[in-house]
Antibody, heavy 122, light 107 residues
Framework: QVHLVESGGGVVQPGGSLRLSCEGS????????MHWVRQAPGKGLEWVTF????????SYGESVKGRFTISRDNSKNTVYLQMNSLRAEDTAVYYC???????????????WGQGTLVTVSS | DIQMTQSPSSVSASVGDRVTITCRAS??????LAWYQQKPGKAPNLLIY???SLQSGVPSRFSGSGSETDFTLTISSLQPEDFATYFC?????????FGGGTKVEIK
């Protein structure tokens, strides 16, 4: 069965950096686009970023553009989120999510990780 | 950006009730719409994609309908495990956007 396991969350000061990882298993990782979605405490869902199955296309939400970078290593079945210049408003549970489409992305999220909490605070 | 507006923001219902949640897009998204269920402390779970396609493993009491700007999620007979928060999401264009959520509570 499909599993996604995030790691790398924690407490960081404003202006700091953090790198999240998400390892996938139970599916052919290299065939699927991957997303990061976040949820601030008690709030709704916010899509953060997407990377195409082969890494050749990426897209970002406006609130993180220029500060966050998504990447992937298909040899390690892992997608990463490098977060720089962190702000208090970036505090959230970060989920990685698998795209529903096989090679042809459809931008629905059919499997999610358990989430990792990022807290930006001094 | 495409704005997604859900209504109501919360609904109180009893086991066995029929529950309908609506989602409106600020511009047409064709059928590029999904519905998710989220329980407290858990990741969301995909219920419906492409507006009306039932995700594998999801009970048939869940159904979706609509196109372009107006969409509906219907739970035909509410079960105890259905008390949760529901979100719609458009996948027509980046940035992908979600509705604000509808909390289904026990009456």
């Amino acid at each position: 069965q499909v599993h996604l396991v995030e790691s790398g969350g924690g407490v960081v000061q404003p202006g700091g950096s953090l790198r999240l990882s998400c390892e996938g298993s139970g599916f052919t990782f290299r065939r699927y686009g991957m997303h990061w979605v976040r949820q601030a405490p008690g709030k709704g869902l916010e899509w953060v970023t997407f990377i195409r199955y082969d890494g050749t296309y990426k897209s970002y939400g406006e609130s993180v553009k220029g500060r966050f970078t998504i990447s992937r290593d298909n040899s390690k079945n892992t997608v990463y989120l490098q977060m720089n210049s962190l702000r208090a408003e970036d505090t959230a549970v970060y989920y990685c999510a698998k795209d529903h489409g096989d090679s042809q992305t459809d931008d629905y999220f059919d499997y999610w990780g358990q989430g990792t909490l990022v807290t930006v605070s001094s | 950006d495409i704005q997604m507006t859900q209504s109501p923001s919360s609904v109180s219902a009893s086991v066995g009730d029929r529950v309908t949640i609506t989602c409106r897009a600020s511009q047409g998204v064709s059928s590029w719409l999904a519905w998710y269920q989220q329980k407290p402390g858990k990741a969301p779970n995909l219920l419906i994609y492409a507006a009306s396609s039932l995700q594998s493993g999801v009970p048939s009491r869940f159904s979706g309908s609509g196109s372009e700007t107006d969409f509906t999620l219907t739970i035909s007979s509410l079960q105890p495990e259905d008390f949760a928060t529901y979100f719609c999401q458009q996948s027509k264009d980046f940035p992908l956007t979600f509705g604000g959520g509808t909390k289904v509570e026990i009456k």
